[in-house]
C-alpha cells in the first residue's frame, strides 16, 4: 500500500470536527464551573457572615465571663452566688458550641477557598481547551478546503470525460441503427 495514496482529507476533516466538539465541550464545562463557582462563593458569604457573628459573639461572651467571676467574688447571698455561678456555666457551654461551631466553619471557609481556587485553575484549563478547538478548526479547515477543492476539480474532469465518453457511445449506437 502506497503512504501517498492515504486520504488526507480524513485527517483534516476528524481535525476540524475535533475542534469543533473542544469548542463546544470546553464552553459546556466551563458555564458548568461558573455555576458552581457561583453557589460557592453563596456558600463561602454566607459562612463568612455566620463566622463574623460567632466572632462578635465570643467576643462579648469572652469579656462577660471574667466579670462574671469577679462578682461571684463580691458578698452576695448563696442563692444569688449560684444563680450567677449556673449562668456562667451556662455562657461557658455556649461558648464552647460557639468555638466548636467557629472551628467548623474556619474549616469549611478553607474547603471552599481550595475548591474556589480549583474554579480559577479549571477556568484557565477550559480556555486553553477551546483555543486548541479553534487552531484545530483553522488549520483543519483550511488543508481540508484545499484538499476538497483539488478533489472536486478532479471529480468534475472525471465527469466531463464520462459525459464525452457517454456522447460518444451514444452517437456511436444512434449511427449503427
Given at each position: 500500500?502506497?503512504?501517498?495514496?492515504?486520504?488526507?482529507?480524513?485527517?483534516?476533516?476528524?481535525?476540524?470536527?475535533?475542534?469543533?466538539?473542544?469548542?463546544?465541550?470546553?464552553?459546556?464545562?466551563?458555564?458548568?464551573?461558573?455555576?458552581?463557582?457561583?453557589?460557592?462563593?453563596?456558600?463561602?458569604?454566607?459562612?463568612?457572615?455566620?463566622?463574623r457573628?460567632d466572632?462578635?459573639?465570643?467576643?462579648?461572651?469572652?469579656?462577660?465571663?471574667?466579670?462574671?467571676?469577679?462578682?461571684?467574688?463580691?458578698?452576695?447571698?448563696?442563692?444569688?452566688?449560684?444563680n450567677?455561678?449556673?449562668?456562667?456555666?451556662?455562657?461557658l457551654?455556649?461558648?464552647?458550641?460557639?468555638?466548636?461551631?467557629?472551628?467548623?466553619?474556619?474549616?469549611?471557609?478553607?474547603?471552599i477557598?481550595?475548591?474556589?481556587?480549583?474554579?480559577?485553575?479549571?477556568?484557565?484549563?477550559?480556555?486553553?481547551?477551546?483555543?486548541?478547538?479553534?487552531?484545530f478548526?483553522?488549520?483543519?479547515?483550511?488543508?481540508?478546503?484545499?484538499?476538497?477543492?483539488?478533489?472536486d476539480?478532479?471529480?468534475?474532469?472525471?465527469?466531463?470525460?464520462?459525459?464525452?465518453?457517454?456522447?460518444?457511445?451514444?452517437?456511436?449506437?444512434?449511427?449503427?441503427?
Amino acid at each position: 500500500m502506497d503512504v501517498t495514496s492515504i486520504p488526507h482529507d480524513s485527517y483534516y476533516k476528524f481535525m476540524f470536527l475535533g475542534g469543533v466538539v473542544l469548542i463546544l465541550t470546553s464552553i459546556f464545562f466551563f458555564e458548568e464551573n461558573e455555576k458552581n463557582h457561583e453557589n460557592h462563593s453563596l456558600i463561602r458569604d454566607s459562612i463568612r457572615v455566620e463566622f463574623r457573628s460567632d466572632s462578635t459573639k465570643r467576643a462579648r461572651y469572652g469579656e462577660i465571663i471574667p466579670n462574671l467571676r469577679s462578682v461571684t467574688d463580691a458578698k452576695l447571698s448563696a442563692m444569688e452566688k449560684k444563680n450567677i455561678n449556673d449562668f456562667t456555666s451556662q455562657a461557658l457551654d455556649e461558648l464552647d458550641k460557639m468555638n466548636s461551631r467557629f472551628n467548623q466553619n474556619e474549616h469549611r471557609l478553607n474547603l471552599i477557598d481550595h475548591q474556589h481556587q480549583h474554579f480559577e485553575n479549571a477556568r484557565w484549563r477550559y480556555l486553553v481547551i477551546f483555543a486548541f478547538g479553534i487552531i484545530f478548526i483553522g488549520i483543519g479547515g483550511t488543508k481540508w478546503e484545499k484538499e476538497q477543492k483539488i478533489k472536486d476539480k478532479i471529480l468534475q474532469s472525471q465527469l466531463d470525460i464520462l459525459e464525452l465518453d457517454y456522447e460518444q457511445k451514444k452517437n456511436e449506437t444512434s449511427s449503427k441503427d
